[in-house]
């Protein structure tokens, strides 16, 4: 070990900040596992691919551990609310309350469940716990690195390269250390109500190698870890948190709406947002598929979508005014959007109608009510046109060559039956969209509006971006990461104000001599072998060229707080012992550049214990990365 004394002092530089609340960071991580569609977490069954030396232990008779040497599988059923396990047709847990626990040092298959086409696999535990008497969760068990390895490569393309990759790693770690209390028996789900974990058969190895490169790192705002959003596409602009999950409340402040093009300028007007989403702006997203899209809806294929939805949306209590069971949807005259965000994003959405006006609320809730094949809008960044059916020569041309045979078929008719035809008969017969309303199959279906005016033939969706719209868009990682912009400043350009560093840990006295440790990888030499576009070459080159420039070589940084006036404080960094003088910053914090002390890649920090004199007293200390 190599001994640096009261010269650390002086590296420091004082700071007056209050100390923050601490968050445990959570070192290993329960997932529940679902079925084939993502649609239950429930089993009634389950066969488990067994590897050589699995283990079975029934926790609710004393831990007793049954070993499979010879690997196998083993079949798993409850009954009445107790596990009965045959392992190779033989039964080995009989009548077990559970939980149950299959562990191996290899991995354990799931019989008959597929991830991405492939046999479902995965490292750690696996633990069964009852939630009826016939049916029980499956919970994967496993450490933080190496969830995430099952996570990074099913949430974002390894085609968009290593620091977009670091990136969503970083922003994956954030999301599932946020404290949860949704599910009762897991930590978090393994669906794209969470985030998409397929196990270990989907890891790849860039993927693996961004886990490994961003060990312990987190993204923090005010030294506690944010809430890392992302979306596929944000379409160049990126939505604030308050008008999606805020609900107009509750703000974040790292999540505001940011720009990737300098030359977009904010508007209000609906004509200037039309046009937005019709034309193809440089953004950092725009090589997305869903950067602008369009989709269209007949007026009659619409009102049968809305008729399902809106009673859908009401019962979830979005619509307003509650559109009941036995109501029916008929006659669409308009659809605006009367409230928007600040990346023109859809909040409320007014509908029109014959049948009443209805308002939607709520980004998610109006891409659900208005879907095509059953599936829900890409985004809520949209503007609706309306089309009127207008007749082409062809058309005029063809129903007056019928009109002239139905005129002399009725005039026929007239002679045995004494009446004349009347002139609108002859129109209706043609053209039946020109009566006011009939019933087709079952539904009512108006063709004008109460004043008498046509009601439009379609309504066309013309939108941009793909997913919420809020922090990190994921194709404009990908975008950035293609230029050499840094897994950093990747996202500090999409969440606004952060820091990256550890999470902080909180140390105090303790009679057994425990260590506490801090473990974290940093790029140290930044040596960057990758080959990427050159930015002159792109259309956001004063963009790209703004962000490069924060692309220089990182430092790394321990701060301590000591608000208690900890008298004694010892620690070392990859060996090296320190243990400064505590007399000038009690009730402040440290901060010292300790890059010297570190190697180029993972790097470990230990404090010891307090001394018995400070027993009641606690500091806390933590890394931060950056300028």
Same mark, same amino acid.
């Given at each position: ?341 600040? $990346?023109? &994003?859809? /909040?409320?959405?007014?509908? =029109? ?8 609320? #709520? %980004?998610?809730? @109006? ?24 007749? $082409?020569? &062809?058309? /005029?041309?063809?129903?007056? =060559? ?8 009725? #005039? %026929?008719?007239? @002679? ?33 509006? =109460? ?177």
């Amino acid at each position: 070990m190599k001994f640096r004394g009261s010269l650390f002092l002086v590296l420091f530089l004082i700071l007056f900040m209050p100390a923050a609340f601490c968050i445990e960071e959570k070192t290993t991580i329960r997932v529940g596992i679902s079925d084939n569609k993502f649609a239950s977490y429930d089993h009634t069954g389950a066969t488990f691919i067994l590897p050589v030396n699995s283990s079975i232990i029934d926790l609710e008779d004393d831990n007793q551990r049954i070993d499979v040497k010879g690997g196998g599988y083993a079949e798993v059923k409850l009954i009445n609310g107790s596990f009965n396990i045959n392992v190779n047709s033989s039964l080995i847990v009989k009548n077990s309350k559970g939980p149950v626990i299959i562990t191996s040092p290899d991995k354990i298959g799931i019989k008959g469940l597929y991830r991405k086409g492939e046999p479902a696999y995965y490292k750690g535990m696996i633990e069964l716990r009852a939630i009826s008497l016939y049916r029980f969760n499956i919970i994967n068990i496993l450490d933080m690195q190496s969830y995430l390895k099952g996570v990074v490569p099913n949430e974002m393309p390894v085609s968009f390269g290593i620091e977009a990759l670091k990136a969503q790693t970083v922003a994956a770690r954030n999301y599932a250390n946020r404290p949860v209390d949704n599910h009762k028996n897991y930590d978090t789900c393994d669906s794209t109500s969470c985030q998409v974990y397929y196990g270990a058969n989907s890891e790849q190895d860039l993927s693996n190698r961004a886990v490994d490169e961003t060990l312990g790192i987190y993204a923090l705002y005010e030294f506690e870890p944010i809430l890392a959003q992302y979306s596929s596409t944000a379409s160049g602009i990126t939505e604030s948190y308050i008008n999606t999950y805020g609900n107009g409340k509750t703000d974040k402040p790292y999540l505001k709406s940011v720009k990737d093009n300098d030359e977009v300028k904010y508007t209000k007007n609906e004509d200037e947002i039309k046009e937005f989403f019709k034309e193809n702006i440089p953004s950092f997203d725009m090589k997305s598929p869903r950067h602008r899209w369009k989709i269209e809806f007949d007026r009659f294929e619409l009102e049968d979508v809305l008729d399902k939805t809106l009673k859908e949306q009401s019962k979830a209590g979005n619509v307003e005014p509650y559109f009941k069971n036995d109501n029916e949807f008929y006659g669409l005259e308009d659809i605006k959007v009367i409230e928007r965000g600040d $990346s023109y &994003k859809a /909040l409320i959405v007014e509908i =029109k109608s014959i049948s009443g006006d209805y308002k939607i609320k #709520k %980004e998610l809730p @109006i891409r659900r009510t208005f879907k095509k094949n059953n599936t829900a809008l890409y985004s809520a960044n949209f503007s609706v046109e309306k089309e009127y059916k207008k007749l $082409s020569r &062809k058309e /005029l041309k063809e129903i007056k =060559k019928k009109r002239k045979l139905e005129e002399e078929k009725l #005039k %026929e008719e007239a @002679i045995f039956s004494g009446k004349e035809p009347k002139e609108e008969d002859i129109t209706v017969k043609l053209m039946p969209e020109l009566k006011n309303s009939e019933i087709v199959n079952g539904r009512k279906r108006v063709y004008k509006t =109460k004043l008498g005016r046509n009601l439009p033939d379609k309504f066309i969706f013309y939108g941009a971006g793909f997913g919420h719209g809020v922090g990190m868009s994921q194709y404009g990682a990908g975008f950035l990461a293609s230029y050499g912009v840094n897994y950093e400043n990747i996202l500090k350009h999409y969440y606004t104000g952060i820091n990256l560093g550890t999470l902080p840990k909180i140390v105090s006295y303790n009679n057994i001599g425990l260590d506490y440790v801090q473990e974290f990888y940093f790029d140290k030499e930044q040596n960057r072998e990758d080959k990427f576009e050159n930015p002159n070459r792109s259309p956001l080159k004063k963009e790209l060229k703004r962000i490069l420039k924060q692309n220089d070589r990182l430092k790394c940084y321990l701060v301590i707080e000591n608000p208690s006036k900890v008298s004694k404080i010892e620690f070392f960094i990859n060996g090296y012992y320190f243990s400064p003088d505590t007399k000038g910053f009690n009730k402040k914090n440290l901060k010292t550049d300790i890059t010297d002390y570190l190697a180029d890649g993972n790097n470990k920090v230990i404090f010891k214990p307090l001394h018995e004199k400070d027993k009641n007293k606690t500091l806390k200390f933590y890394i931060e990365i950056g300028e």
